[in-house]
Antibody
Framework: EVQLVESGGGLVKPGGSLRLSCAASGFTFSSYSMNWVRQAPGKGLEWVSSISSSSSYIYYADSVKGRFTISRDNAKNSLYLQMNSLRAEDTAVYYC??????????????WGQGTTVTVSS | IQLTQSPSSLSASVGDRVTITCRASQGISSYLAWYQQKPGKAPKLLIYAASTLQSGVPSRFSGSGSGTDFTLTISSLQPEDFATYYCQQLNSYPRTFGQGTKVEIK
C-alpha cells in the first residue's frame, strides 16, 4: 500500500525549532518529487516547500524562506522539514504529499494524514 | 500566480448539479488540479491536468478549462460529496491553491 506517515509535530515556543519527518512506503520514493503543504486552523491549504527526487531542485514559499529547510534521505525513504524561528502563524497541520508527473499533467496524488504544529508561549 | 475560486461556499441538495470555478491570475495551460477535503482528513486528488479524472474517482466529477478559467462539476451531488474543494496550479512555483469552496447540505 502506498503510504506517507508524518511525525514530529508538537507544541513549541515562538522562536523555537522543530523537525518534521515523513516516512514513505509502498512506492519507489527516490523516483518522486515531494512536498510539504500546511493548513492553519480553519483555513485553506498553503503550499510550503518542494524537493525534487534527487534533491537537485528545492523551492520554498516566501512565508517560510530562510527559516525552513526541506531535505530527503532516499536510502531511508524519508522526507524532512526543519523549521526554525517558528512564529505563531506557522501553527498548522503539516502534510507531506507526493508529486506525480504524467504526460498530461502534474499533481499531488498521495498525502499523509498530517502532523500538528502549535507555536505558542 | 493567484487562484480565485467561486463561490466560497454553496448549499445544495443531493442530486443537484454543482459547478465550482477557479480563475488564475495568469495563464497556466492545463496545469491545474482539483482536490476534495473532508473535515479532519487529508486532501484527496480528484482531477489533474484540468480535466483528467484520477483513478478511482467517480465519473460524476469532471473538470474543464485551460489558460486562466477552470471548472469543477459534480453532475449529481451525493451525500459523500459534501466537503471543501480546492484548485491548485502546478504550472510554476509557488504551487498556489485556491481559497477553497465549501459544499454544504441544503
Amino acid at each position: 500500500e502506498v503510504q506517507l506517515v508524518e511525525s514530529g509535530g508538537g507544541l513549541v515556543k515562538p522562536g523555537g525549532s522543530l523537525r518534521l519527518s515523513c516516512a514513505a512506503s509502498g512506492f519507489t520514493f527516490s523516483s518522486y518529487s515531494m512536498n510539504w503543504v500546511r493548513q492553519a486552523p480553519g483555513k485553506g491549504l498553503e503550499w510550503v516547500s518542494s524537493i525534487s527526487s534527487s534533491s537537485s531542485y528545492i523551492y520554498y514559499a516566501d512565508s517560510v524562506k530562510g527559516r525552513f529547510t526541506i531535505s530527503r534521505d532516499n536510502a531511508k525513504n524519508s522526507l524532512y522539514l526543519q523549521m526554525n524561528s517558528l512564529r505563531a502563524e506557522d501553527t498548522a497541520v503539516y502534510y507531506c504529499a507526493r508529486t506525480i508527473t504524467m504526460v498530461r499533467g502534474v499533481a499531488m496524488d498521495v498525502w499523509g494524514q498530517g502532523t500538528t504544529v502549535t507555536v505558542s508561549s | 500566480i493567484q487562484l480565485t475560486q467561486s463561490p466560497s461556499s454553496l448549499s445544495a441538495s443531493v442530486g443537484d448539479r454543482v459547478t465550482i470555478t477557479c480563475r488564475a491570475s495568469q495563464g497556466i495551460s492545463s496545469y491545474l488540479a482539483w482536490y476534495q477535503q473532508k473535515p479532519g482528513k487529508a486532501p484527496k486528488l480528484l482531477i489533474y491536468a484540468a480535466s483528467t479524472l484520477q483513478s478511482g474517482v467517480p465519473s460524476r466529477f469532471s473538470g474543464s478549462g485551460s489558460g486562466t478559467d477552470f471548472t469543477l462539476t459534480i453532475s449529481s451531488l451525493q451525500p459523500e460529496d459534501f466537503a471543501t474543494y480546492y484548485c491548485q496550479q502546478l504550472n510554476s512555483y509557488p504551487r498556489t491553491f485556491g481559497q477553497g469552496t465549501k459544499v454544504e447540505i441544503k
